[in-house]
């Protein structure tokens, strides 16, 4: 290797390490600005799309509703003057041989509840564990048929159906509870049509319902929904309590606590990964309990932050390395040169080898 070719190879060398650094900082960033958690895309729903089975309802006759759901009927004091006091409708699967018409928006199978000749304030509901705190956002597709006649195909005379989808933000399970945030009623009939509504939870679970409430008895009500989602907006991260004392020591009187990560390590509780990212309960005890990641008790670090973390080490130990190998480089070829360098002045002709006295 010539000077030329050494010296060229030795700038360039200077390149790698000024790009990653780059990375190092852009990635750094990415870490600090991904602490507060936001726009969290995954469906936190159980069969969202209806898609996973349906099992039979312990509660309702001739009710097969998709698993993670649960059924509900308000068949009394209805302001439906026609039928004050209905019957609970049926629940199929769209695809079932006692469906009318395989009607989905998504895959080959939605949830359908129908009445005939009564009415009543019906649909499925689910509970979901979600962080305290924390705005959370339903959506769901809905299509109807209200006719007078029988041709699936038309609705004639259609009842005005009101469908809507709500969040209880307190857990709570009562459709007629005053605590549901509502959709405003629509009316989708022969067509799909999306309903959405956001809320704030009061609690580690919210519950979302899909619901339909015809105002008139007809020979057919059908109500079809299919890819439902609840998806995280937006929450707040648990704020650390303030620290009073020496690092390591405690209050006069408080019990020493261990850190939760460590309780993890060691015991396999007080850490555990979840669809956000990985909690850090306060104890062992909430981990074990099946606590979910709430403001109130726990801590989660977002999986953007442990990615970026990971690759942030990944590209320190690269830079070290390449250090470290240039340096090994470097001394080598002073080691070579200076060999060189040796040999250059053994091999120079003496005064005797000459031949000149």
């Known amino acids: 290797m010539n000077a030329k070719t050494r010296a060229k190879f030795l700038n360039s060398g200077r390149i790698l390490p000024c790009t990653i650094a780059v990375l190092l900082v852009l990635i750094l960033g990415n870490v600090i600005t991904s602490a507060p958690v936001e726009a969290q895309t995954q469906n936190l729903l159980l069969n969202g799309d209806f898609e996973e089975g349906y099992t039979e309802s312990e509660t309702f006759e001739d009710a097969w509703v998709a698993v993670g759901w649960e059924p509900f009927a308000i068949t009394t004091n209805l302001d439906i003057p026609q039928n004050p006091n209905g019957v609970p409708p049926v629940y199929?699967?769209?695809?079932?041989?006692?469906?009318?018409?395989?009607?989905?928006?998504?895959?080959?199978?939605?949830?359908?509840?129908?009445?005939?000749?009564?009415?009543?304030?019906?649909?499925?509901?689910?509970?979901?564990?979600?962080?305290?705190?924390?705005?959370?956002?339903?959506?769901?597709?809905?299509?109807?048929?209200?006719?007078?006649?029988?041709?699936?195909?038309?609705?004639?005379?259609?009842?005005?159906?009101?469908?809507?989808?709500?969040?209880?933000?307190?857990?709570?399970?009562?459709?007629?509870?005053?605590?549901?945030?509502?959709?405003?009623?629509?009316?989708?009939?022969?067509?799909?049509?999306?309903?959405?509504?956001?809320?704030?939870?009061?609690?580690?679970?919210?519950?979302?319902?899909?619901?339909?409430?015809?105002?008139?008895?007809?020979?057919?009500?059908?109500?079809?929904?299919?890819?439902?989602?609840?998806?995280?907006?937006?929450?707040?991260?648990?704020?650390?309590?303030?620290?009073?004392?020496?690092?390591g020591d405690t209050l006069p009187g408080a019990a020493p606590t261990a850190d939760p990560l460590l309780i993890g390590l060691i015991t396999g509780q007080g850490v555990s990964p979840g669809r956000q990212g990985i909690i850090l309960f306060d104890s062992a005890e909430n981990s074990a309990s099946g606590a979910v990641a709430n403001a109130e008790n726990s801590t989660l670090i977002p999986w953007s932050a442990i990615y970026s973390s990971l690759l942030l080490v990944l590209l320190t130990t690269i830079v070290l390395g390449y250090l470290v190998w240039m340096q090994l480089l470097k001394r080598k070829e002073h080691e070579s040169q200076k060999a060189l360098s040796s040999i250059s002045r053994s091999e120079q002709p003496t005064q005797s080898d000459t031949g000149l006295d």
């Open 92 to 247: 199929i699967a769209s695809d079932s041989s006692a469906s009318t018409e395989n009607r989905s928006l998504t895959g080959s199978r939605s949830q359908v509840w129908r009445s005939n000749f009564s009415s009543s304030f019906s649909g499925v509901y689910q509970r979901v564990p979600v962080p305290a705190d924390s705005t959370v956002r339903l959506s769901a597709w809905t299509y109807g048929w209200s006719s007078t006649g029988d041709d699936p195909s038309v609705s004639q005379n259609p009842a005005w159906m009101r469908q809507r989808v709500g969040i209880d933000p307190t857990g709570g399970t009562d459709p007629n509870s005053s605590d549901i945030v509502w959709s405003p009623a629509a009316q989708y009939i022969d067509t799909w049509g999306e309903l959405s509504i956001e809320s704030t939870s009061t609690s580690d679970h919210v519950t979302v319902f899909l619901s339909s409430y015809p105002n008139v008895v007809l020979p057919n009500n059908e109500v079809y929904f299919d890819t439902a989602q609840l998806t995280l907006v937006s929450f707040d991260l648990p704020t650390p309590a303030p620290d009073y004392g020496v690092a």
